[in-house]
Structures are given as structure tokens and as C-alpha cells.
């Protein structure tokens, strides 16, 4: 039995081979942003990637802004293991960020979350 050949394709900057059926970005990767922020309870921004600021807006409910426009991507957030964190909204280039106690009563507390964007 014969082997195919394997194709290579380089369109505008974009490589993919018929052995690898996905898009690649000229950076070799799949094309993903992943951005970070880490808040701290009284909603000060601790570090991150990508992102520009954070705020308290009320009791357990936090306000992260990020660099671009993140409608278009995926988002989680994780805090302790007594709390949850759960992403309430996303508009523009914040996300809203809600953090509850097993009781769903928000309460304070730091926080991480990521980003997940196609570039």
C-alpha cells in the first residue's frame, strides 16, 4: 500500500498540513489569547495578563477589565473551596465576576480567573 503524501500549505502567513487539518497562526500556535487576572477581596488587582484594571463594585461582586473586547470569549473563575465564583456577565471588555459562600450569599473574596479568545 502506498503512503500519501503529506501537503504543506502557506497562505497569507497561515501554515497547516494535511497531516494537521487545524489553522496555525504565523506564530505556529492555534491562534489562542489567554489572558489572567488575579483580584484580591477588597477587588485590587493583584497581577495578570491582559488585563487593565479591577474593581468591588458590591459585596462579593467584582468588575475586571481587560485590553480588548472579550464578548467573542470564554471565561472562567476559581476561588477557594469554601466560595464559588461564577461569571455573571460579560460586556464589551468587562467581565462581571460574582463570588458566593455555599449558602449563595456573596461574600468577599480573592479570586482567579482566565480568558480564552481566538486572536
Known amino acids: ?34 489572558m489572567s487576572a488575579s483580584v484580591g477581596a477588597n477587588g485590587s488587582l493583584i497581577r495578570g495578563g491582559g488585563v487593565v484594571s479591577s474593581a468591588k463594585v458590591s459585596a462579593g461582586t467584582y468588575d475586571v477589565t481587560f485590553s480588548r473586547n472579550i464578548e467573542g ?15 455573571v456577565s460579560h460586556t464589551g471588555n468587562v467581565i462581571r465576576v460574582r463570588v458566593a459562600d455555599g449558602q449563595s450569599t456573596n461574600a468577599d473574596n480573592p479570586f482567579t480567573m482566565l480568558v480564552f479568545c481566538t486572536q
Open 1 to 34: 500500500m502506498r503512503a500519501s503524501p503529506i501537503v504543506a500549505v502557506a497562505v497569507a502567513g497561515v501554515f497547516a498540513t494535511s497531516a494537521s487539518a487545524q489553522p496555525r497562526a504565523p506564530d505556529q500556535t492555534l491562534g489562542m489569547a489567554l
Open 73 to 87: 470569549c470564554v471565561a472562567v473563575a476559581n476561588t477557594s473551596a469554601s466560595r464559588f465564583a461564577r461569571i
